[in-house]
């Protein structure tokens, strides 16, 4: 009996075995995301990811996939907008992350473009619900003077501010204790200083500070030198003492964990983030990066992931930046293949976003219609690198349109061959419950199904916002 109980649970773990190997990840390729790829950050959330990155602009935007290779190609949401002078302009290094039931979303942003670095402050939004893409509101301004790089982790029950500010002269991290998710308890204190060599490239340099915990041990992983060298690299800080606001409890790693890659053409990796894979089996560093040593800290770094082990100490392994452009498994637990193109869906009618017939021709008519699958109701949404897009239908390759650029209320909205004018890009701005408007960037007016009708063929022109269902539209990945 004993003999043939083995026997079975044997056959069982091979029959487990098999299923887990044949429900493979999605493959992906670096980059991630080729436009405005710096500092970015990924959270895994309910089956999808979430990606947020630098901007430059005065406007923060999320893509969402249910693959790590789909966000190369998911559409990218506007979730927030700067709402005051103070805090207008430039936003850099979004983040995420799930406290206590909601989303709050830590950034930096100055005053305008000319003297954007010394007004730069550090910043957090609050959602109103567990959604990712919000709706937000503004809770809170977190430091008084120039700060960057917010980010938060909770140590022995406390939750932590870090970031990195100049103290003494140099750019360096900096620490405080929080009583809740967008209110400081203490004051900031200093935690790390640029003391090697190979943390002043460029710049005597500690920023973009990210809590990694396991096995009951705390790290920081930290960049460090100039963000404008090739040099630009992550280092790592161990948690030894018990106060995370005192230097002398951090222990800093003499050697760079994450560093240039020269033979596979990887420079400057740093500013990263930290997600898991969808099962919960795998670590994943998620960075940027440049493809030349020549290249600078602007729009030109792009994002790029890869998985991570772990040492036999029980210290993170970061491994080594890879090359784009090679295929690789994606995080186990994934969906088994990456979605490319996405259907429009009317709040309202429930109906589908389609070019008429199927017509190849310039100025065929966009209309709504039942969903049924066919290609002339899917879109492929193209970055055009200035929080823009076009939508590409692909059945026709031909693009959305707002008729001889016209800005009047009713306008109708076609196909057209691309020219490049801002008539034919878009703007998707989050409303609630995971619906868009789909903005024209030439005329600020959004996509409307004429008299909020629920009929199939009912055009699809442009009006002013209204804020009704008949303008507003679900993305969905097929």
Request: net charge neutral.
């Amino acid at each position: 009996m004993a003999r043939r109980l083995l026997t079975l649970l044997a056959a069982l773990i091979i029959a487990l075995s098999f299923g887990q190997s044949s429900a493979s990840a999605a493959s992906f390729a670096n980059p991630v995301k080729t436009q405005k790829g710096a500092d970015p950050w990924i959270s895994y959330h309910n089956g999808n990811y979430y990606l947020v990155t630098t901007s430059w602009t005065n406007v923060i935007t999320m893509r969402k996939s249910t693959t790590l290779a789909g966000l190369a190609t998911a559409p990218s949401v506007q979730v927030w907008t700067g709402d005051a002078a103070s805090r207008c302009c430039n936003i850099w290094a979004p983040e995420i992350h799930f406290l206590n039931g909601r989303w709050y979303l830590y950034y930096v942003a100055g005053q305008n473009v000319s003297d954007y670095n010394p007004t730069q402050r550090s910043h957090v939004l609050e959602s109103a619900g567990s959604d990712p893409m919000g709706p937000y509101t503004y809770r809170s301004q977190l430091n008084s003077a120039w700060m960057l790089d917010p980010s938060v982790g909770t140590i022995n029950g406390q939750l932590y501010l870090f970031g990195s500010a100049i103290t003494n002269g140099t750019q360096n991290l900096v620490a405080a204790r929080m009583s809740n998710p967008y209110t400081l308890a203490t004051g900031f204190s200093t935690i790390s200083r640029a003391t090697n060599s190979w943390e002043t490239s460029g710049g005597t340099v500690n920023e973009g500070p990210e809590i990694l915990q396991r096995g009951g041990r705390t790290f920081l992983i930290y960049s460090a030198s100039g963000c404008w060298t090739p040099d630009y690299k992550l280092g790592q800080l161990t948690l030894t003492g018990s106060d995370p606001l005192s230097a002398s409890s951090w222990t800093k790693k003499s050697t760079p964990v994450f560093q240039r890659n020269d033979s596979a053409g990887v420079y400057g990796p740093g500013h990263n983030g930290f997600f898991t894979s969808p099962d919960g089996a795998e670590n994943w560093i998620v960075y940027h990066a440049n493809d030349s040593a020549s290249d600078g800290c602007d729009n030109g770094r792009t994002t790029r992931a890869q998985k991570f082990t772990w040492n036999a100490d029980g210290t993170p392994n970061l491994g080594t930046p890879v090359a784009l452009g090679a295929s690789r498994a994606g995080p186990s637990g994934e969906p088994s293949a990456a979605s490319t193109t996405y259907t429009l869906t009317n709040r309202n009618s429930g109906k589908c976003l389609e070019v008429a017939g199927s017509s190849t021709a310039d100025g065929a008519n966009v209309q709504q219609y039942t969903c049924n699958g066919n290609t002339n109701q899917r879109w492929r949404v193209e970055d055009q690198g200035d929080d823009t897009s076009r939508l590409v239908n692909a059945a026709t390759g031909k693009v959305l349109d707002t008729a001889d650029c016209s800005t009047a209320d009713g306008a109708d909205l076609r196909q057209w061959s691309w020219l490049g004018n801002t008539c034919q890009k878009f703007r998707f701005i989050a409303t609630d419950g995971g619906h868009v408007r789909v903005v024209n960037q030439a005329t600020g007016k959004v996509a409307d199904v004429a008299n909020c009708s629920t009929a199939d063929a009912a055009d699809v022109r442009q009006w002013s916002w209204l804020g009704n269902n008949c303008q507003q539209w679900r993305l969905n990945p097929v």
